[in-house]
T-cell receptor
Framework: KQEVTQIPAALSVPEGENLVLNCSFT??????LQWFRQDPGKGLTSLLL?????REQTSGRLNASLDKSSGRSTLYIAASQPGDSATYLC?????????FGAGTRLFVKA | GAGVSQSPSNKVTEKGKDVELRCDPI?????LYWYRQSLGQGLEFLIY????????KSGLPSDRFSAERTGGSVSTLTIQRTQQEDSAVYLC????????????FGQGTRLTVV
């Protein structure tokens, strides 16, 4: 049974800091891994999707890596801004079944 | 039932026809989400209902897509004039809170447009 863990559960940083969010999963037989952000009262915004054959994806200030063999993914946010404050979710897909982590609540202080 | 129920489980339709997909959330859950997953792709958010608030429709890909939630319970996702690129699995989830990780997903409706 796939289990997805995200560390830390919450993070508060001053504006401008670079930060790393971690996601680990127990079953390496995954189809893809996706990072989302969720703002209060909203649905999900997809940030980055990494297929199982890929090692990383980049979009703007975001970089996500995937190490399937060790069951880990990291989301790197460069030069954080107050607008980055949200909950960041890691989701691991095995076929059409997607398992979410509990999320990391990020607060970036101005 | 104990979980989120979606119907039909499979739907094959001709290009240009309209389709309706139904979601019965867990009783008492105020939050309801629609997602779709195309072959080889991740989850794509479509629309989010929370209680009596105006829905978050920011994920709907075109004006051919619409959704409603009657009486705060059952939701229907309607796709008009279907196109082949609409073929995907459409997933519904409900939650007692606004936290997605506490949401329960249905088994999905596999839509094939031919």
């Amino acid at each position: 049974k796939q289990e997805v863990t995200q560390i830390p559960a919450a993070l508060s940083v001053p504006e401008g800091e670079n930060l790393v969010l971690n996601c680990s999963f127990t079953d390496s037989a995954i189809y893809n891994l996706q990072w989302f952000r969720q703002d209060p009262g909203k649905g999900l915004t997809s940030l980055l999707l990494i297929q199982s054959s890929q090692r990383e994806q980049t979009s703007g200030r975001l970089n996500a890596s995937l190490d399937k063999s060790s069951g880990r993914s990291t989301l790197y946010i460069a030069a954080s801004q107050p607008g980055d404050s949200a909950t960041y979710l890691c989701a691991v897909a095995g076929g059409f079944k997607t398992i979410f982590g509990a999320g990391t609540r990020l607060f970036v202080k101005a | 039932g104990a979980g989120v129920s979606q119907s039909p489980s499979n739907k094959v339709t001709e290009k240009g026809k309209d389709v309706e997909l139904r979601c019965d959330p867990i009783s008492g859950h105020t939050a309801l989400y629609w997602y779709r997953q195309s072959l080889g792709q991740g989850l794509e958010f479509l629309i989010y209902f929370q209680g009596n608030s105006a829905p978050d429709k920011s994920g709907l890909p075109s004006d051919r897509f619409s959704a409603e939630r009657t009486g705060g319970s059952v939701s229907t996702l309607t796709i008009q004039r279907t196109q082949q690129e609409d073929s995907a699995v459409y997933l519904c989830a409900s939650s007692a809170t606004t936290v997605l990780t506490e949401a329960f997903f249905g088994q999905g409706t596999r839509l094939t447009v031919v």
